[in-house]
């Protein structure tokens, strides 16, 4: 048998935390000396003191936890649950990450608004393009980048040499990061008659279609990190503004070298379809 304060120090619990669930009833000392109070603990009440911790890491409230306990969850269950908390960390400490790179890539946009240029803008006209992609809503960004991986695992290994770029459509009108509207998919080189549908093995399809042309496309290209490309963005918006052009139509990220997993580095060249202003207002 322990006191409280050695138990404390197997348990890496502090003892304030066991004298509240003693109190509570939670997880009560194995004995209490009558005659001093004082409080002891056994080894065997481990993995008791452990269910409830993990228990309380998921964020269970104490009266659930002690519900909980009085079902008797299986190790199994336990596991899965803490599991699925891991997960749950890890996601967080993505989203983390990813903010501190968004945060990075304006503090060098900041620091980019000088005499230094940015990104050179290049019109191009691209023609139309063959396209097998996704369209579907992402509630957050954060859930973008597994399915991208499944694609790039997946796609350029069934149709070989005829995969271009990874390419994403940009549908939304505006820029939000919940509820993204956009569509990831893959530029086909060369043509490819009656292409069907592709079956990805989460169960999601790629469909085919066809990307439009578009006469004069704005373009940037920049050696970047997922979350940098704020710096293209901006100057693609400083060119069309300071030339008296307009965006006709969604805009696409064209992937020359995407992350590999991961990483977070990669080379993307945005795209733009524009229009003159005069010809906007006349149309």
């Known amino acids: 048998m322990f006191k409280i304060g050695e138990f ?27 005659f001093t109070g004082y409080r002891y603990y056994s080894a065997h009440q481990l993995p008791l003191l452990n269910r409830i911790l993990v228990l309380k890491g998921l964020g269970l409230q104490l009266e659930h936890i002690r519900q ?12 899965d649950m803490l599991h699925r908390q891991k997960k749950a960390i890890e996601r967080s400490l993505e989203d983390e990450r990813a903010r501190l790179r968004a945060v990075e890539a304006r503090l060098q946009q ?21 396209f097998l992609g996704l369209r579907t809503t992402f509630p957050l960004m954060s859930e973008i980048r597994p399915i991208v991986e499944e694609m790039l695992a997946v796609v350029p290994g069934r ?11 940009l549908h939304d009108a505006a820029f939000d990061f919940e509820n993204v509207d956009v569509e990831f998919g893959f530029a086909l080189t060369a043509g490819v008659p009656d292409l069907d549908a592709m079956r990805l093995p989460s169960g999601r399809i790629l469909e085919p279609r066809e990307l439009p042309a578009a006469p004069t496309m704005a373009t940037a290209a920049q050696v970047t990190t997922l979350e940098g490309k704020c710096l293209s963005y901006a100057e693609i918006g400083r060119w069309i503004e300071d030339h008296g052009y307009t965006f006709a139509g969604a805009g696409r990220e064209v992937f020359l070298q995407p992350p590999a997993p991961g990483t977070c580095d990669l080379v993307v060249e945005l795209q733009f379809p524009i229009v003159e202003k005069e010809a906007a207002v006349s149309s």
Do not use: C, N, W
Not at 68 to 79: C, F, P, Q, V
Not at 123 to 130: E, F, H, I, N, T
Not at 160 to 169: S, Y
């Open 159 to 169: 149709l070989g040499p005829r995969v271009g770029h990874l390419t994403a459509v």
């Open 68 to 79: 909980a306990i009085s079902d008797d969850i299986s190790a199994e269950t336990m596991r």
């Open 8 to 34: 404390s120090r197997i348990a890496q619990t502090p003892v304030s935390q066991l004298r509240y669930y003693g109190d509570i009833g939670l997880f009560e000392p194995a004995e209490i000396d009558p």
């Open 110 to 130: 900041i620091d980019d608004a000088g005499p230094e240029p940015g990104p050179e803008v290049v019109l191009k006209s691209v023609p139309a393009q063959s």
